[in-house]
């Protein structure tokens, strides 16, 4: 199996029964090994008090492109460790991107950056690092 086969086998199953990402409707612009790219409509459903797009939403869109981007690699990740930082705001109707950025990766962690932006202006909304464990198991049995 090819490489980026793999990955997108990979990635597919997992997206396959991860409800909370097809909630948010996550789609998938870009993958490859410890990579990925998302991108995902704001819904009025979406936003806080303050009619701005809710930081747990943010954190939630940067999650899931750390997930997949981690677990494409065919070892299964979990997250050990993320922050986020929102220097601007999104609103209904917004289309934001995430990108993810494999910083460092060894036999048992991995160091992940994503830039979550409007599409709109690229302006960054949230900046987030995900630090994940690397076990010996292969990611969903493949």
């Not at 990740?77 to 220097?87: D, E, G, K, N, T």
Request: charged share 20%; proline share 1%.
């Amino acid at each position: 199996m090819s490489e980026i086969l793999k990955e997108q086998v990979i990635v597919s199953k997992m997206l396959e029964t991860d409800y909370f990402s097809q909630w948010l409707g996550i789609e998938i612009m870009e993958l490859k090994a410890g990579y990925c790219k998302l991108k995902m409509l704001v819904r009025k459903e979406m936003l806080n008090g303050f009619g701005i797009v809710h930081g747990g939403i943010t954190f939630a869109m940067a999650d899931s492109c750390f997930a997949f981007a981690s677990n494409s690699h065919g070892l299964l990740s979990v997250s050990l460790q993320a922050s986020i930082s929102f220097p601007a705001s999104a609103v209904s109707g917004d289309i934001l991107i995430a990108e993810s950025k494999e910083l460092m990766l060894t036999k048992t962690s991995g160091i992940y950056d994503i830039e979550i932006k409007k599409q709109s202006d690229s302006e960054i909304i949230g900046l987030f690092r995900g630090i994940s464990h690397r076990t010996s198991k292969p990611a969903l049995g493949l």
